[in-house]
Nanobody, 114 residues
Framework: QVNLVESGGGLVQAGASLRLSCAAS????????MAWYRQAPGKDRELVAV????????YNADSVKGRFTISRDNAKNTVYLQMNSLKPEDTAIYYC???????WGQGTQVTVSS
């Protein structure tokens, strides 16, 4: 079991940057592939980015490619999502997911104003 707690969300203007953090408890973190999802009001949850357990491989959705970067620090049991050049359409609740254990965080709100 992995317990996940996201932080770092907030209200920013278009073009700004934010870094989300997802802190994990439990030894299972280091062997889990980790993912960030987001869900905007009235829309389905959308996969944003994925990182393998060692950090050797990453995936970014086309909608965020070139702007968002996923990374992890296994020594700190934390996965990050660096978000640059934010757009109003990035407004959503962002969730952290541990893929193998199926754990989810509670989410952190990101709001981008135009």
């Amino acid at each position: 079991q992995v317990n996940l707690v996201e932080s770092g969300g907030g209200l920013v203007q278009a073009g700004a940057s934010l870094r989300l953090s997802c802190a994990a408890s439990g030894r299972a973190f280091s062997w889990n592939t980790m993912a960030w999802y987001r869900q905007a009001p009235g829309k389905d949850r959308e996969l944003v980015a994925v990182i393998t357990s060692t950090g050797a491989s990453t995936y970014n959705a086309d909608s965020v490619k070139g702007r968002f970067t996923i990374s992890r620090d296994n020594a700190k049991n934390t996965v990050y999502l660096q978000m640059n050049s934010l757009k109003p359409e990035d407004t959503a609740i962002y969730y952290c997911n541990a893929v193998q254990t199926g754990s989810w965080g509670q989410g952190t709100q990101v709001t981008v104003s135009s």
